[in-house]
């Protein structure tokens, strides 16, 4: 069976009955997609919310152009772009802000971009667990796509 | 930057003593007891490898947070694992019944203000050895999971790299109560950390 865990910056897919998994996300964000038909999901663990030139060719780092690289490696393993839904998971706000600076809110503008850049190519989202103070560990089951958050006090699956 | 050369290694590692020495001393002025405190390791770590280079995957930890301002930019992040966190608590505030991850205002002020008194004789060696300025932020404390709050640094260098260069000490060596202080310094202090003492990138 297909178990593997990515880091910052990466990101898989794979299909039934494998499992993605994903530690410590911060403001990081979360990207699941998933085909309830083919039984193929995806996980990106993305830093930041858009690519641009000169920002070199890691397609996981960044929220749009982790979304479009899975897309492609999903439908290679036979998913249909029709399908795919999606659920977004992390985007804290991990330390406490008191002059609202830029980076502190990272997490928020991550959030964003992955609602706009999934909107913009119609693809649904179907679950979110954002925002907020803590840490959050993903586990994504793609028999089903049933996506499970650990923090450090709660378990919860969306 | 891909890799350090041996003369950026070891002119990082003897910044990096200079500053942990520093901390230590003020460390163990303050608890009374003598702290004993790593080489500091200097490497280019991927994102995806900082948390286990560190030594601190899959761990929780209170870790205060600090910008680095003036002319080595950076972060500094203070951590402390639940053991070493009682450790210095207790010293503080023996009597306080201590719950690591809802730790109480006056713990966490206690907490933040030994992030305080390390990462500034940390910096204020780095500033008089470097002949810089730098000055730290007010400090942030949060109790999570390391991946999680070490994320923070790291999407600060995110837009301009992939690898974060870790100026990286621990200190309570001798047991389970484990101790870091690391720098992160922003792409243009780490060049210029380098021009500074003259080592070049192909030196």
Do not use: W
């Not at chain 1, 990081?28 to 996980?43: E, N, Q, R, S, T």
């Not at chain 1, 780092?61 to 839904?85: C, F, H, Q, R, S």
């Not at chain 1, 089951?141 to 450090?152: A, E, N, P, Q, S």
């Amino acid at each position: 069976m297909d178990n593997y865990q990515i880091g910052m910056a990466q990101l898989y897919v794979a299909k039934s009955p494998g499992i993605i998994r994903s530690t410590g996300l911060g403001s990081c964000i979360g990207i699941i997609l998933y085909d309830p038909f083919a039984k193929v999901g995806g996980m990106a663990h993305a830093m930041l919310p858009k690519h641009r030139p000169g920002r070199g060719d890691n397609k996981a780092k960044y929220v749009d152009t982790a979304i479009n690289t899975m897309l492609e490696d999903m439908e290679a393993l036979g998913a249909g772009p029709m399908n795919i839904i999606a659920k977004l998971a992390g985007g804290a706000q991990m330390f406490p802000d008191s002059d609202k600076d830029s980076l502190m809110i990272i997490g928020e503008k991550n959030i964003a971009a992955a609602d706009e850049h999934l909107g913009t190519l119609g693809i649904p989202i179907v679950a979110k667990d954002v925002g907020g103070h803590s840490g959050r560990t993903l586990e994504l089951d793609c028999r089903d796509g049933t996506l499970y958050i650990k923090t450090v006090t709660t378990e919860t699956k969306i | 930057m891909e890799k350090l050369n041996f003369n950026e290694q070891d002119l990082l590692t003897e910044v990096g003593t200079i500053g942990t020495g520093h901390a230590a001393t003020a460390m163990a002025d303050i608890l009374g007891q003598k702290i004993t405190i790593t080489v500091p390791n200097v490497e280019l770590v991927s994102f995806n490898r900082v948390a286990e280079y560190i030594g601190a995957s899959g761990s929780n930890l209170a870790c205060i947070y600090f910008d680095v301002l003036g002319d080595l930019p950076g972060t500094v992040l203070v951590m402390f694992t639940e053991n070493s966190a009682r450790r210095l608590l207790n010293t503080f505030m023996p009597d306080e019944p201590l719950i690591f991850l809802e730790l109480s205002q006056l713990q966490q002020s206690a907490l933040m203000e030994m992030g305080n008194i390390l990462s500034g004789a940390y910096l204020t060696a780095l500033a008089d050895f470097s002949n810089q300025r730098m000055s730290l932020s007010v400090p942030r404390l949060a109790v999570d999971m390391a991946e999680a709050m070490l994320s923070v640094p790291l999407i600060k260098l995110g837009s301009e790299t992939d690898r974060a260069l870790l100026i990286q000490a621990r200190f309570f060596e001798e047991s389970s109560n484990r101790g870091y202080i690391v720098f992160f310094p922003n792409q243009g202090a780490t060049t210029r950390l380098l021009e500074i003492f003259g080592v070049g990138s192909d030196g």
